[in-house]
């Protein structure tokens, strides 16, 4: 029997123009999948469809606006980065010499894999359903329209699709010498599609359907009222439809696009056409097995739903560009680039979740992007024509270290490890001799808060700057520079000892935001003062002056650590676990201050008062701004530092807040501030999650390169059953359940390599009986819980 798929393409599509086609809608294949209903209130907000070389955003409700500030009003549509390919079409029904714009959706569902918009009363006796999916690896999308008659009487009409083409370039375009042209459109009569060329380059896009249309013009009026902004053109695509009661039919669009050959162009429309199917099926199935990884079950069953589409949420926004490689970008739908920082924090989640291909290759991209600095600095922010908008933040090149250390400890890779070192080496030389004026081991520059001015010695550069040495050292001895291993730990030490001496200021029971001159605070303090007063935030403005009052007396070139804007990044020596405990406990507590229901403020004098109170929406102001926001980076990131001081509870109720912002305007996705403003996906949202979960709560902490797996699991007090299943550790897989109560815990761990070692280590809090397999073993009420083990499977029972 012939295999359809060893037809050849061509002839195949004429075969199948040359009958009346009949297909099943594609959302049959969702019945397994879970889905998410959006609320009625968001459908005038955000959602996209993703792939990893196509994508397309517009609104829930079906429509296209102009949207995003990078390119202003143009980041939504249809991108195939490094070009725009459309921004946008318009769907409608004539019946009956009425028109009706399918635009004003009435329930937007979103799955992992696509897509859909649900219109039931738009038009009289027509239900009409949107389902669109992008297949990874192609320069294309496939979009169903679906129409059930709910009447008594069969029906005729028209359905009308509009394609308003865009063909441009990315941000930074200008740099790359990319400059947008007038787009022209030809009708293909081969496919029955409408192509539109960017004049004056290579750039296409192809749009057609799997029916032959009864009539097709070129600049004409629609029955939609859209007026996209650019130079592309409109193409129309008219089809007649009849349906008797009860019955459906389904149109199937295809949108193609190259930023190279027309020859590329057609290829993949015409693959889209031929394989629609079968790549859905294989975006199902790539979706399970992420899913599949690091599976969480828990009795929250929110929080436990929220991770599983973190992990979802990651996966939309891998970015490929074959001329510079396969990326995680960082957001949707204004940063769908590459940044350093966004992957540095992003790439420990995924290593966790069983993601080591994504990793590696966004290593390697961002390793790439870097090595145009020329001196081991990590890149900040590149566009997807290659561009680099900013060279690197002071915290990116220390960070990037600690990275290839972590990923390290779960992959046990030598090679990995051995390909990075030399620019990690590289880099905390150009980090210390260049950046280090005045020779006392706290960098000067930017580091995650870029506000105006404050560029001195931040808290988070100095923090990661130890974490680095730190890590580095590990790295040296690996590599047998033992020498090289002790001059990072002296490093390290040092800086370990003066971030608790200098950075700590005692009458903020709080790390300082930066050290610096009183100058350089009293300036600083203004501009505060502005800022507090123009956001109302009263007890702000009084500690403001007081604060300035107090240190207008100090010399004014005097050097100290000053506690300003309370940013989120003073719990950053928390995070990593340098702080004193002492310090650290009074620090976290003063932290918890700067919350409000959904989380950590970026900078802590926005709070007011009100804040414990606010359920609503983000207030954000009317030019793009982060002022006032709660945003999940700082969220997770004050839980992982609970965890560090053993107090789960805290660390829960953190993550539990960011978890209210899931869903919330965009189903399924998390806001990148919450709950509703910025990016409507954001790639550091897993480091929020798998970090404190995976490697605090359940205590995984891999040591692959040693064929060993240290375990210390700190449970909240509400988690009384919880398992953690499939998390890839080198070669090995592992599986962690634990059953907690009054009495006691049990811990089953299974793994698929019996050689590995399992350290288990817990805290002693009172236990006085411990069996492992079924054997008792003596355990002393004064002394901690350490096993080490071997085999497959192993259960542990301690009991008060």
């Known amino acids: 029997m012939i295999q359809v798929r060893h037809i050849p393409i061509l002839f195949l599509f004429l075969l199948l123009f040359s009958c009346k086609e ?67 079409f318009t769907a409608a029904v004539l019946l009956e010499n009425q028109q009706y714009c399918l635009d004003n959706a009435n329930l937007f569902i979103n799955y992992p894999i696509g897509n859909k918009h649900l219109f039931f009363n738009t038009i009289p006796g027509i239900e009409v359903e949107r389902f669109q999916f992008v297949p990874d690896g192609k320069e294309g999308l496939i979009i169903d329209f679906t129409f059930r008659n709910v009447d008594n009487k069969t029906l005729n009409f028209d359905f009308e699709f509009t394609g308003h083409t865009d063909l441009m370039p990315v941000w930074l375009g200008e740099r790359a010498n990319m400059v947008d042209h007038e787009d022209i459109l030809e009708f293909d009569a081969s496919r029955q599609a409408w192509r539109g060329k960017d004049q004056g380059n290579e750039w296409y896009v192809l749009f057609g359907a799997n029916s032959k249309p009864k009539a097709y013009d070129k600049e004409s009026s629609t029955y939609c009222n859209y007026d996209p902004r650019g130079k592309g053109s409109t193409g129309k695509l008219l089809y007649g439809l009849k349906l008797n009661p009860g019955s459906s039919q389904t149109l199937r669009f295809f949108i193609a696009g190259s930023y190279k050959k027309k020859q590329e162009l057609e290829k993949t429309f015409d693959l889209l056409r031929a394989n629609a199917e079968h790549y859905l099926d294989d975006k199902i199935q790539h979706y399970q097995q992420i899913s599949g990884k690091s599976k969480l079950t828990i009795e929250d069953k929110k929080l436990e739903q929220a991770f599983e589409w973190v992990k979802y949420n990651t996966e939309w926004l891998v970015r490929e560009v074959p001329e510079f490689g396969r990326g995680l970008g960082a957001g949707m739908p204004d940063y769908p680039w590459w940044f350093g920082v966004d992957n ?62 972590w990923v390290f400890q779960w992959t046990g890779d030598k090679e990995f490890l051995a390909r990075y070192y030399p620019t990690i080496k590289k880099g905390l030389k150009w980090l210390m001799e260049e950046n280090d004026e005045d020779g006392n081991l706290f960098p000067d520059g930017y580091g995650m808060m870029e506000i105006h001015g404050l560029e001195s010695e931040m808290i988070d550069v100095a923090t990661y700057t130890q974490r680095a040495f730190d890590d580095a050292s590990k790295m040296a001895a690996f590599m047998g520079e033992e020498e090289q291993a002790k001059e990072y730990r002296a490093v390290a030490d040092k800086l370990a000892q003066k971030i608790n001496e200098e950075f700590w200021v005692e ?13 350089q605070a009293l300036h600083l303090i203004d501009a505060a003062i502005v800022r507090a007063d123009t956001l109302k935030k009263p007890w702000a403005v009084e500690e403001l002056l007081s604060t300035k009052k107090r240190i207008s007396k100090y010399p004014k070139d005097k050097k100290q650590g000053f506690v300003i804007f309370h940013n989120w990044v003073v719990n950053t020596p928390m995070e990593m676990g340098i702080a004193d405990k002492e310090k650290a406990i009074r620090a976290l507590d003063k932290g918890s201050r700067f919350v409000n229901p959904f989380g950590v403020f970026v900078t802590g004098i926005d709070r007011d008062e009100s804040a414990e109170k606010e359920d609503g929406s983000f207030a954000g102001s009317k030019v793009f701004s982060y002022t006032g926001a709660v945003m999940t980076l700082p969220t997770g990131v004050q839980a992982i530092a609970e965890n560090n001081y053993g107090r789960p509870d805290k660390a829960l109720d953190y993550l539990q807040r960011i978890t209210r912002s899931f869903g919330f305007a965009l189903p399924g996705s998390i ?130």
């Open 671 to 800: 806001y990148e501030v919450s709950p509703d403003y910025g990016m409507m996906t954001q790639a550091w949202n897993l480091y929020s999650y798998a970090v404190p979960i995976i490697t605090q709560f359940f205590g995984i902490q891999p040591q692959a390169h040693l064929k060993m797996v240290n375990i210390r699991p700190q449970l909240p007090e509400t988690w009384n059953k919880v398992s953690l299943e499939n998390v890839i550790i080198g070669e090995n897989v592992l599986n962690v359940t634990y059953s907690q109560s009054s009495e006691g815990l049990i811990a089953e761990i299974s793994q698929d390599q019996e050689d590995w070692e399992i350290r288990f280590n817990l805290e002693n809090q009172g236990y006085n009986f411990l069996k492992l397999n079924g054997t008792d073993l003596e355990l002393s009420p004064d002394a901690e819980i350490s096993l080490h083990i071997k085999g497959k499977k192993n259960r542990i029972e301690i009991k008060k």
């Open 22 to 88: 009949t297909i099943s809608p594609l959302s049959g294949k969702l019945v397994d999948l879970q889905g998410i209903e959006g609320n009625e209130e968001y459908l005038s907000s955000p959602f996209f469809a993703a792939g990893d070389r196509v994508y397309m955003v517009g609104h829930q409700d079906g429509s296209f606006p102009d949207l995003g500030w990078h390119v202003e009003g143009e980041m939504g549509g249809i991108w195939n980065h490094p070009i725009k390919l459309m921004d946008g």
């Open 507 to 519: 009458a903020f029971n709080s790390f300082a935001d930066f050290i610096g001159t009183t100058s």
């Open 344 to 405: 540095e924090y992003t790439l420990k989640g995924a290593i966790a979740t069983g993601r080591k291909d994504l990793v590696y290759n966004t290593i390697e991209l961002i390793h790439k992007l870097s090595e145009s600095n020329g001196n081991g600095r990590i890149i900040h922010e590149v566009s997807t024509n290659g561009v680099v908008f900013n060279p690197g933040n002071i915290n990116e090149t220390p960070q990037f270290a600690s990275l290839i250390w």
